[in-house]
């Protein structure tokens, strides 16, 4: 079975611009999550998808955006990068999303660089 | 709002030693408890966990124990070695709300 897909891995932008991120769940997860990783704040979740409607949100601010398609596939958004976006962000699936029953399992992330 | 401490390292162990990372939190309720690992490079691993008091997870020969009066989820291993070096963060999620991880403990294995 193929594992959580991150595309691209790497990513180099300047400030001001937006980008687009993308995480292909396993197949059969209907729960997508959305984290950034930075050495200062460690992990921060950003967002979860179940179902193309987004269940949680993190305290980020509103030029983070995601969403899911109907194949439970899901893109994240940032606009008017700042260089403090410089992080790894991370995707992780699981069936339903229940903490207590489902594993997630994490892709390998995609590290974007903002200059 | 929910948290979670855990020392930050970084560890280093020589092969076969015991190892313990410490890890405590605050919630309200009663959350599942969970250790993660992240290899140089990856995306993290569960490791294990534990979705209610005395609950014990283990996989890989690390353990971890639910303890509700402490409120403490430490991780052990009885023996490292090279191959455990990675990133390991403690985690909590209580139903319905957010996964909220810890700082996470580096922990090196020399042979």
């Known amino acids: 079975k193929a594992g959580v897909t991150q595309t691209p891995r790497y990513l180099i932008k300047t400030r001001g611009q937006q980008v687009t991120l993308s995480c292909s769940p396993i197949?059969?997860?209907?729960?997508v999550s959305w984290y950034q990783q930075t050495p200062g704040q460690g992990l921060q979740f950003l967002f979860e998808y179940f179902s193309e409607t987004q269940r949680n949100k993190g305290n980020f601010p509103g030029r983070f955006s995601g969403r899911q398609f109907s194949n439970s596939r899901s893109e994240m958004n940032v606009s008017t990068l700042e260089l403090g976006d410089s992080a790894l962000y991370l995707c992780?699936?699981?069936?339903?999303?229940?903490?207590?029953?489902?594993?997630?399992?994490f892709g390998p992330g995609t590290r974007l660089t903002v200059l | 709002g929910d948290s979670v401490t855990q020392m930050e390292g970084p560890v280093t162990l020589s092969e076969e030693a015991f190892l313990t990372i410490n890890c405590t939190y605050t919630a309200t309720g009663y959350p599942s408890l969970f250790w993660y690992v992240q290899y140089p490079g990856e995306g993290l691993q569960l490791l294990l966990k534990a979705t209610k008091a005395d609950d014990k997870g283990s996989n890989k020969g690390f353990e971890a124990t639910y303890r509700k009066e402490t409120t403490s989820f430490h991780l052990e291993k009885g023996s490292v070695q090279v191959s455990d070096s990675a990133v390991y963060f403690c985690a909590l999620r209580a139903t319905g709300q957010n996964f909220v991880f810890g700082p996470g403990t580096r922990l090196s294995v020399l042979p």
């Open positions: 992780a699936s699981s069936l339903l999303g229940q903490p207590s029953t489902d594993t997630q399992y």
């Open positions: 197949s059969g997860h209907r729960s």
